[in-house]
Every structure is written in C-alpha cells, then in structure tokens.
C-alpha cells in the first residue's frame, strides 16, 4: 500500500488564501478524515492531492515519490465523488466493468473483478440492474466498487454520504469503514459531519480557513481540544471565562469563573505553560455536567442555577441552565432523564465532572 503525504500546500484564487501552508500525511492503511466547515479548504485540499488542481505551492507524495506534476491517471488513484456518476445507460455490471475495460484487462479477468468487488460492497445479484432501479444508498455502493475495481492505490472520498437521507448515511459511513480496513487501502476522506469523521477516522486533521487546528483521534479531539473553535465543532460545550487564582502542589489549577464559582482541574502534565493571573477559558461538556444532590453552591467544581427549558430527546433529557445570566446546557442521562422531563423552572445544583481548559490566544 502507499503512505500519502502533502508537505506545505498552498492553493490561492485570486485574492482567497483557499488552503494555507497545509501538510497532512495518511500512513499506509490508514484512513484519515479532513473534517471541517463549508469554505474551510478541505475539498481544495482533496483534490490537490488527487491531481485534478495544481498548488501554488507545496508538493504531494505516494511514499517517497513525489506526485504534484502528474495527472491523476497517473496516481492510481481511486476518487469517489459527492455526486453519483454511474453511466445511466449501462447496468451495474458494465459501469463496474467500464474502468478495466480501459485498461485492457482480459474479460475472464474482468468478470472476477467485478464479482469481487460486488461481493465486497455486499451488492452480489444487481448485476443487471440499471442504475435508475438503483436506491441511493445501492448507487453509492457501485460507485465505490467500480472505484475498487481498478485497484487503485489510495482511495479519496470527496463528503460521498451528503446527498444521501439520514439512515442511509448511518448505515454507510459503517460500511466505508469496513470496507478500507477489509481492502487495506490508505484513505483521505472529507466531510463536515463530526459524526461521521468520528465513526470511520484513524485520526482527524480538523480545518478552518484553509489551515489545520489540530490533529488526532476521535478520542483525543473531543477530550483535548486546544481551542474553542475544535471544542464546539466537535460536539457541542459550553464555554465558560475564568482566571487562575491558585496553582495547587504544582499540578492543579484553581480557577475562578466569570460566574464567580470555581473550579479545580485535574492534574496538568504542562502546568508550566500556566501561571497564576491568567484568563483561560474552561470549556463543559453536556455530559459531563449532572444533578449535584446534597452538595453546597459554595462547593469547588459546583455550579449553581436554574432550570429554563428541559426538553425529551428519548436517550437524554436537554436541559438548559441559567448561571448567572449565561445558558449553559446539560444532558441527563439514564432513568433521571425521565424525572427531569416535568422540570420547566426550578433551581439546581450541578457538579462538573469534567473540563477542558483551553489557553486564550489573545
């Protein structure tokens, strides 16, 4: 397989800065999502790589041989696009069949080819379907099999899930993955969907304003995002103002908020780079706030406010949180969850479980 690496790339139109000295690298079977915003420069970015745009600057890499100045053909590359593209006029079998064809593959060779890759996409038996008989999810299924079938190098996925209804791309975005573990092909995906980076990515390069925020794991984002813009687009926080008051046997931060309570963070491996007097933001997951029973207001890590709106979500109950003057939301979870639906008002204490404490950059 192929390790995959754009090193400094840099694409402008006109006065647009589209992607921003941007270098990514996919290792040989991995697959890594481009996850961000409409206009972020992950699209430009995909096809830079694929060949189909030239960068103003930068180079691209299939191992140690360098790509920029050779046309996707020459790649051996395997592009499956947002929008469909099977040949209407031909069944599922010849639209699979089309690409080996090309290339002059033997028909006995061919006929294995396309029964293979059918297998793979679980798409056995609609050989000679056309694709107007075709569901979108079963048309997106022979799309990515003809891609398979010419057994390209690196498979590249421009957001192939979006033009598709809600349980189709549930269902799919599973069986992209499964499919790229089972054929072992490096893949670079894009989408601005979090959950579906989250459910098929090795690692996530998170995107905004054609430049990289940050790199890693589902996990590793959503637990240590390192600025409020990958906290929120990652999910959802609630983002809260403070200053360091104390640092704590030089390994916890105690931290006054903007509403006057405090918090004390877990221990901090680069407690160094803080000091006391500094604003920080403190960033809450809905999750990782509960209900805090007997506990005091006056109490560290302890959140008092009121209930504004609670609203049934069937897994968790929302509700939103009035702290002194800012809305904070919080998802009850388990049989609580049902006891919290008949809240509209009502006082309530609650307890942080866990936060991100995020430097501010200015």
Known sequence: ?????????????????????????????????????????????????????????????????????????KRNIGFVFQRIALFPHMNVYNNIAFGLKMRKYPKSEIRRRVRE???????EGFEDRMPSQLSGGQAQRVEIARVLATDPDVLLFDE??????????DELKYEIRRIQRETGKTAIYVTHDQAEAFAISDRIYVMKDGRIQ???????????????????????????????????????????????????????????????????LVSVRPEDLEPAGNASASDVNVLDGVIKQSTFLGAITRLI????????KVDIHGPERFEYTRFNEGRVLLNLRRFTIIKRTS
Do not use: W
């Not at 990514?24 to 206009?39: C, F, H, W």
């Not at 903007?258 to 500094?278: K, L, M």
């Open 117 to 123: 890759v059918l297998e793979l996409v679980r798409m």
């Open 160 to 169: 192939p899930l979006s033009n598709l209804d809600a349980k189709l791309r």
């Open 321 to 328: 949180v009035e702290v002194d003057g800012k809305l904070i």
């Open 1 to 73: 397989m192929v390790r995959v690496r754009a090193v400094g790339i840099t694409k402008r139109y006109g006065n647009v800065l589209a992607v921003d000295h941007v270098n990514i690298e996919a290792k040989d079977r991995e697959l890594i999502t481009l996850l961000g915003p409409s206009g972020c420069g992950k699209t430009t970015t995909l096809r830079i790589i694929a060949g189909l745009i030239q960068p103003d600057e930068g180079d691209v890499y299939f191992d140690e041989r360098k790509v920029t100045d050779l046309p996707p053909y």
């Open 214 to 280: 940050q790199v890693g794991t589902p996990l590793e984002l959503y637990l240590n995002p390192l600025s409020d813009f990958v906290a929120d687009f990652i999910g959802t926080s609630n983002f809260l103002e403070g200053k360091i008051v104390d640092i704590e046997d030089e390994k916890k931060l105690l931290i006054e908020l903007e509403t006057g309570h405090r918090v004390r963070s877990h221990e901090i491996a680069n407690i160094a780079d803080y000091e006391v007097g500094e604003r920080v």
